[in-house]
């Protein structure tokens, strides 16, 4: 959805026309990747990590074509290609440490759709964001659902079923988690049901502000893990407009703006701990924090 709003944020601007097609199964995506390319669309956008393969093959094949793709990148990059990848770890980490700081039982939670680089990546970084307020505060907050050092943790199995979230959510409510981050897409929605109605405990979004794309949650939504694919898609787009595209990796990081944090909740957390964030985030950029394991 974020991604399409880059793209429609580029029908508006950019005078462009654009359309989409969503699939049901992994046997689509070459079909609706050939589909495009008979209607002659100047700029191919694929979303997702499973889409990697299929998009290097289209795009192998067809040279002149010009592809993006979100959530993936490639080594050796494909000249025809720009692959938008997102530091998202180091926001997360961000979001962890306030949840660390937010915390009444001492433990948090977090779960994924699929065991996916592009979930883990969250998931990483919000543990290690933990740790490092338990660190610097003394404190002994406990993250479960994930550890980074084993790369083990829970997975609903998929992005799609909101009973699954509703589930996942209530298994870490019942195991003491009051703030709970879900990295499951549509998933996350059934977890923040779960937490509605639990009471005294907060939801974080991930990809997109979720007071704005979940606002019937919004009095549980601690902040939200930001990955800004709509701009990303829309530079994309005008490059291919300017005639400026070019192949290659977008990296979007705290420094460029392409992933961040959402506004917290006033009162959430204290004035040191906010300050504790401005630190936290030129440290990141400066390279001196470590956001992945």
């Not at 093959?57 to 000249?79: C, H, L, S």
């Not at 703030?179 to 937490?195: D, E, K, R």
């Not at 530079?235 to 460029?256: I, K, M």
Request: with cysteine.
């Amino acid at each position: 959805a974020t991604a399409w709003k880059g793209a429609e944020d580029a029908a508006t601007e950019l005078g462009a026309e654009a359309k989409y097609l969503e699939s049901q199964q992994q046997t689509d995506y070459e079909k609706h990747i050939n589909s495009f390319m008979a209607d002659g669309c100047d700029l191919i956008v694929t979303v997702g990590f499973l889409l990697g393969d299929a998009t290097k093959a289209a795009a192998e094949a067809n040279p002149d074509q010009k592809f993006a793709i979100v959530d993936y990148g490639y080594d050796p990059e494909i000249p025809n290609v720009l692959a938008l990848t997102f530091q998202t770890d180091q926001a997360a980490f961000m979001a962890g440490y306030v949840a660390a700081a937010a915390t009444k039982t001492g433990t948090v939670g977090t779960f994924g759709g699929l065991q996916l680089p592009t979930v883990t990546i969250f998931m990483d970084g919000f543990a290690l964001g933990v740790q490092y307020y338990n660190e610097k505060n003394g404190t002994d907050v406990k993250v479960i659902g994930w550890d980074p050092a084993t790369q083990e943790g829970l997975f609903a199995g998929n992005f799609e079923s909101t009973d699954d979230g509703r589930t996942l959510g209530q298994t870490l409510l019942d195991e003491g988690a009051d703030i709970i981050m879900p990295v499951a897409g549509p998933v996350g929605l059934g977890t923040a049901a779960a937490v509605q109605e639990h009471g005294n405990a907060w939801i974080i979004g991930v990809d997109y502000d979720w007071t704005v794309s979940a606002d019937q949650y919004k009095d549980i939504i601690l902040t939200s893990v930001l990955k800004a694919m709509d701009l990303a898609v829309f530079e994309a787009s005008r490059s291919v407009q300017d005639d400026t595209f070019a192949g290659g990796t977008y990296v979007g990081t705290l420094e460029n703006g392409g992933v961040g944090i959402a506004e917290l909740p006033a009162g959430a957390v204290s004035d040191t701990v906010m300050a504790d964030l401005e630190t936290i985030k030129a440290d990141i950029i400066a390279g001196t924090i470590k956001t992945a394991p």
